[in-house]
């Protein structure tokens, strides 16, 4: 009896951590694996990344602005643990929701519009301190309901084509959409310098692009809609390395 | 949003050579597109590079519709003596920017 109660207990044991981990029990790749030799080459070397554009206006801002509070060592691993919890706002915030709200509440200034050139540099300056860091979102309970949220929103059909992305990013991975093979979706590299863009867009930009792809309306920018999403998919590529800036096709 | 980058060795030994890589934030609009209503984009693009150390010429490019937004332009120097290397980009509307970096040889 005693025996049948183990097996019992360890085979939800096995569900459970196969639920949490579905997609991601096989080996896991950042979009940079599935690009060409070109594009790696050009986002090894950082002298060819035009996102040193947006670097070195978020480092001008970061001094400006943000160097009264902080210290770039002690920022170093911020870009990691986001989206977190907010106990003012009483839900999770994304990075860019917490550089806008560290602007509101300690400089008293406007917030920065989403994807603007400030906003973005700023974020990419801060996920570049946390480059090569492992993907850690924070164990807090209060989490839960919205990651638990991203990953239904992850498995839900959307839009006139009645996609999810787990139908793409998921079970299609590897293999081809048209001319580009499908990646896993681990956000690794945000913000990103993207060909198609020619310029820097955020995660958010990129999941809305994919909605506008299935012929969805777009959650807005900083919507609770798109943060949870970027915590399932935060949660989902724990431990892999931070690439910012990346470039992605 | 910075609108150049320049990057090279602020140090360089006398016959070094050296690699130059200059960026410049620039939408390169190619004048061949049109809008969503259909009126045609007016051409916007930069179409000189010039690199002077010290006011003589080391490097110039002229640059045309097909190339990207945000152009990169890399070239060599021979580093004989220590200096400032001014970059200047030229293009449609008026458009001018420049930027300049040290270099210390010895």
Redesign the interface.
Known sequence: MRRVATGLALSACLASAAAQFIGTTLQRRSGFDDMSPALQAMQRD???N?A???L??GE?TFDADCARCHTNTQLRSVATRYPAFDSLLGKPVTLSGRINLCRQRHLQREPLAAES??LI?LETWLGWQARGLPIAPPADPRLAAARSKGENLYRSKFGQLDFSCAQCHDDNAGRRLAGSTITQAHPTGYPIYR?EW??MGSLQRRLRGCMSAVRAEPFGFGSDELTALEMFLAQRAAGMPIETPAIRP | ?????I?MPATARPGDII?V?V???H?METGYRSNSVGEPLARDIIRRVECRFDGETVFAADLFPAI???P?VAFYLRATRSGSLQVEWRGDAGFSHTDSARLQVG
């Not at chain 2, 949003?1 to 980058?5: G, K, L, N, T, Y």
């Open positions: 950082d002298t060819q035009p040193w554009l947006w070195k206006g001008k050139d400030e540099g060909l020619q310029g | 949003m910075a609108r150049s980058v990057h690699a890589r960026l410049v934030q939408s990207a937004a945000n990169s």
